[in-house]
């Protein structure tokens, strides 16, 4: 009979895990010690958990201490001195339901990324077929290595999903970013991974996203700062609910999501062209592109040479109106608006002129960042604040409420 406590948390949680294998790989930080209560609470809410445990990690916490928690054995060798029969990196992979790495060093992100499998763990990261969590734990400097930062958007844009890591007092005594989440957030994370696996699956998602350019001239052009992150954020979150999706980019400086149809569109024209291509098939819109409100009346042939010049501009296409006017019966269409001043009185105002179901409203800070502080408007006229959300965890809420609306 489940304890008071383990029914609260189930409670508090929501959906339990039962009848769901959770591997969860533990590597050599001093943050070792908050992997014990992952494996508590994902235990709680019905989870079976197997854990890997890298040499390193070992010399920090016993491999006692995990057994007796998830009352199993410790996966330490891929060559086992009493060796089963069976290929062990195979057989654990495609028995599980997800692979949580936590604490994640800098090491295993760097071997997982360029493909080194030379211990347990990094080989049973190539087997499994679902995304991998990661939970980032190091040192301030370490996280900040613009190598460990590429080798993480990497990991991003295959599919992976990563949960911190945080700001705060390190074990070394230095304060700052590179601090493991906490075990709840971790969990939840997982949890809601579980549970929204392919809940997409049959439906249609239409993305954009990334800055559109109008010319001036063969070198000069009109655009904005947008980066494509938070539409790629939203095209991985679809997909790997089982979503079939098509994303329609502009310029963009991260790399294409994997597992989307994908079209590149320099101009508003040609993004309008290509949205309305696709647009009855879909059943849900979201527009996060950065399209361009205004071009040139017309392009220059040859480059202009440094002189005074008086550009006459004209509207670009309306990609959001012409959308609301020609979608499907049934299609939910979101939109995002971006302002420096009443920006959730001037996002309604959008919403109600373009006929949007949702939209999303942010401040020019969130332009090129990891990070948004948004609020979500939706027809009704409720408005949810967000925090400080990387934008995978943001794609992650504006998928939530697409999924109940379009089940």
């Known amino acids: ?213 109008e010319y001036i001239d063969p070198v000069r052009y009109i655009s904005n700062g947008s980066t494509g992150r938070m539409g790629f954020a939203l095209a991985r979150a679809a997909a790997s609910r089982g979503a079939d999706v098509h994303l329609i980019a502009g310029f963009t400086s991260v790399d294409v999501p994997q597992s989307v149809k994908y079209e590149f569109t320099p101009t508003a024209g040609d993004m309008s062209r290509a949205v309305m291509s696709v647009i009855d098939r879909a059943d849900a819109v979201i527009m996060a592109a950065a399209v361009s409100d205004f071009k040139p009346d017309r392009k220059r042939s040859q480059k202009v040479k440094s002189r005074s010049l008086t550009l006459k501009l004209s509207r670009c296409p309306d990609i959001l109106r012409q959308i609301g006017k020609s979608k499907k019966r049934g299609a939910y269409i979101v939109g995002f608006s971006l302002e420096t001043r009443d920006t959730v009185k001037r996002a309604k105002a959008k919403m109600r002129g373009k006929d949007l179901d949702m939209i999303v409203s942010n401040t020019p800070e969130a332009m090129g960042a990891d990070k948004s502080r948004a609020t979500i408007v939706a027809r009704k006229g409720e408005v949810e604040i967000l925090p400080l959300l990387r934008k995978d965890d943001l794609a992650e809420r504006i998928m939530d409420r697409i999924k109940a609306s379009i089940g």
Not at 123 to 141: E, G
Not at 165 to 181: F, I
């Open 1 to 213: 009979m489940k304890s008071s406590k383990q029914k609260h948390l189930k409670s508090e949680m929501g959906q339990s895990l039962e009848r769901r294998r959770v591997l969860l790989g533990v590597t050599g930080s001093i943050a070792a010690y908050k992997a014990l209560d992952i494996v508590r609470q994902l235990k709680s809410l019905g989870a079976e958990v197997i854990v890997i445990m890298t040499k390193s990690a070992t010399e920090f916490v016993g491999p006692l201490s995990f057994e007796t928690l998830s009352q199993n054995e410790v996966v330490k060798e891929l060559f086992p001195a009493a060796k089963k029969v069976g290929t062990r990196h195979i057989d654990l992979a495609s028995s599980s339901d997800l692979l949580l790495i936590a604490p994640a060093t800098a090491n295993i992100i760097g071997k997982i990324v360029s493909g080194i499998g030379d211990c347990v763990l990094s080989t049973i990261a190539y087997a499994v077929k679902t995304p991998i969590v990661f939970a980032p734990a190091m040192n301030t400097r370490l996280w900040e290595n613009p190598v460990v930062r590429e080798n993480c958007r990497r990991l991003e844009t295959l599919g992976h999903v990563f949960v911190g890591p945080e700001s705060g007092d390190l074990a070394c005594g230095e304060s700052g970013s590179g601090r493991m989440s906490e075990p709840e957030k971790i969990v939840e994370r997982v949890r809601r991974l579980l549970a929204k696996k392919y809940d997409l699956t049959g439906k249609t998602v239409l993305i954009t996203a990334g800055g559109t350019r």
